[in-house]
């Protein structure tokens, strides 16, 4: 699954802020490749997708839906401080030629600050965000396990094999599909929110307590 990512980008002499969703952009379509002819799929030998499996699935497919809605809670969240911050870049850039020296260099140093502030917000609600979203694939994974020994199990499979790490598999050795039908009949969605992340003294962000 496309991780969900805000990306930070900060100006130069007035250290503007801004903040934007940043979507992983389609590869550029690579050329067909040429049909292949399997050779007899071997017995006892199988193949999984794992991301293919929760990305396909129903609750997958709502884990980033929901991730979507999140990401934009944050942007609305953090947009009102980046549209003043940049608003007070400009405005010194305009009176920079008239302001006195001192308080020039306060305004500046003011605006600087307030730069900083807004880039650990960022920074964190970024964490925040991954976060999240590996705690709910995290759900999924436990969810998917039992429905992958299962369908080891009634396909005959001696051998499970990832198929992400196979460069060319027989299609018929593959239980991804059968996989996903058996997550979409186990979960669909679950509730989840942004994780909060709180910040000690020198340390590490570590996991608020949940309550």
Known sequence: MTSKVLALGVGAIAAFASISVAQAQPAPAAPAAPAITHGPAIAGICMISVDQAIGTSTVGK???????????????????????????????EAARQTMDQAALQSRVANLNLRVSNYQKKAEQRQREIQATEQKALGRVGQELDPVVRQVYQTSHCSLLLNRDAVMIGNPAMDITGAAVVGLNARIQQFQFDREHLDTPAGGAPVAAPSH
């Open 62 to 92: 709502f884990i980033s839906s929901r991730m979507d809605q999140i990401v934009q809670q944050v942007r609305a969240e953090l947009s009102p401080e980046e549209t003043a911050i940049n608003t007070e870049g400009h405005a010194i």
